[in-house]
Every structure is written in structure tokens, then in C-alpha cells.
């Protein structure tokens, strides 16, 4: 079956500029995580959406970022006024249970 | 003591070997145990599940130590494509949804 797709996957963007990333889960996914991934670096826990349940913002960086999931389903990850330090992959994963599944990833470039 | 921890590498082994590798979690109430792989400038893909009693698929063989507070990775007859790096992740707090990764640990099979 489809698997997570992300869009755009690359993304260039001048500093200061407003940018959104998009993200469609597995069907039938009720959780849905955002993380992003510097060059040579771990993953860093963003967001997280569970069914209707309030989304646990604990790993926004900043106001800046935001996030929301309609219906249940596809899940935009929106950076107002970018800066350079926000370049990174973003990557969109969804489960059903505990076994996550990842999108290919966003590359955002602040220029 | 970071939450989970692993030895980055890399772990530079030839054609047909047998390597492990292990990843240390701090806390005792966690319940799910994974190990993902990700090559380069992609997503990490689940690679396998560890469960309590340990398990095993193909080639590769998860344990976890619960008492050590580590799982661990093996790898036998390794071939050129297991070149990746390997993810740990646990999810830390019983029942928690939010999952942490390990910063990875590279691997490199040559001929």
C-alpha cells in the first residue's frame, strides 16, 4: 500500500520568508509525529498528533513553528520567518501503534 | 547519562563478519524497543521490534537486557547493503507514545 509522502521534497527558502510542509500519513495512521534531522545529526522530536486528542507540542523549537492536522489526516508543519538554523530534513512519520513509518523527508534550505 | 546512547562508530567490518551493537536506555520503565536503519540522506526505516524474549529475522538478531538496561543488534554474514546507520529507539516512559532515538550508529562493510 501508499506509504508517508511529504511535499515539496526540497524546499529553498530566503531568510525571513514563511514556509509549509505537508505530510500524508498511511491511511488509517491515527498517530502522526513530525521530527527534523540536521546534516550528521540525530533526530529531534517536533510535534506529535494523536486521533482528536490535543497534539503534544513539547519539541517545537520556537513559536515560529506550528503545526495542525485535519480530519484525522494529512498534517501541515508551518516556520514563519525562517532563519538559516532552521535548515534541516523534516521528516513525517505515522503508526498505528508504537512501530513508526517515515515520509522521505522535506529538505529546507534558509538562504 | 543521556537518555539513549550509542556508540556512533564506525564500525568498519569486512564482507561476511558477525557485528553487534548495543544501545543503553536510562529509563527502567520503558516498554518498546526498536532498532531502525537509515541510509544515507534517506528516512530510517524500521528495521525490527525487540522484544523481551529477544528475536530474530534472517540474519539479524535483537536482544534486550532489561536488568542492563540496554538492547542490543546483531548482525551476521554481513553483506556490503547492511552499510547504514542503525537507530535505536525507545519509547522511555511506560506507555509513552513519544519515542527517543539514539543519535545511531554507522556501520561500513567492505569487500
Known amino acids: 500500500g501508499a506509504g508517508v509522502s511529504q511535499s515539496p521534497s526540497n524546499k529553498v527558502t530566503e531568510k525571513g520568508k514563511d514556509v509549509e510542509l505537508r505530510c500524508d500519513p498511511i491511511?488509517?495512521?491515527?498517530?502522526l509525529y513530525w521530527y527534523r534531522q540536521s546534516l550528521g545529526q540525530g533526530l529531534e522530536f517536533l510535534i506529535y498528533?494523536?486521533?482528536?486528542?490535543?497534539?503534544?507540542k513539547s519539541g517545537l523549537p520556537s513559536d515560529r513553528f506550528s503545526a495542525e492536522r485535519t480530519g484525522g489526516s494529512v498534517s501541515t508543519l508551518t516556520i514563519q520567518r525562517t532563519q538559516q538554523e532552521d535548515s534541516a530534513v523534516y521528516l513525517c512519520?505515522?503508526?498505528?501503534?508504537?512501530?513508526?513509518?517515515f515520509g522521505p523527508g522535506t529538505r529546507l534550505t534558509v538562504t | 547519562r543521556k537518555e539513549v546512547e550509542q556508540d556512533p562508530g564506525p564500525f568498519n567490518v569486512p564482507e561476511g563478519a558477525t557485528v553487534a551493537f548495543n544501545c543503553t536506555y536510562s529509563?527502567?520503565?520503558?516498554?518498546?524497543f526498536f532498532w531502525y536503519r537509515q541510509d544515507c540522506r534517506k528516512e530510517p526505516k524500521l528495521l525490527m521490534s525487540?522484544?523481551?524474549s529477544g528475536n530474530e529475522d534472517g540474519r539479524f538478531t535483537a536482544q534486550l537486557n532489561r536488568a542492563s538496561q540496554y538492547i542490543s543488534l546483531l548482525i551476521r554474514d554481513s553483506k556490503l547493503s547492511d552499510s547504514a546507520t542503525y537507530l535505536c529507539?525507545?519509547?522511555?516512559?511506560?506507555?509513552?507514545?513519544?519515542?527517543?532515538f539514539g543519535r545511531g550508529t554507522s556501520l561500513i562493510v567492505h569487500p
Open positions: 512519520a505515522s503508526s498505528a501503534d508504537y512501530e513508526q513509518y
Open positions: 491511511s488509517g495512521h491515527t498517530a
Open positions: 498528533f494523536q486521533g482528536n486528542s490535543a497534539p503534544d
Open positions: 529509563n527502567s520503565a520503558s516498554q518498546s
Open positions: 525487540v522484544y523481551s
Open positions: 529507539v525507545v519509547n522511555l516512559s511506560g506507555g509513552s507514545y513519544i519515542p527517543t
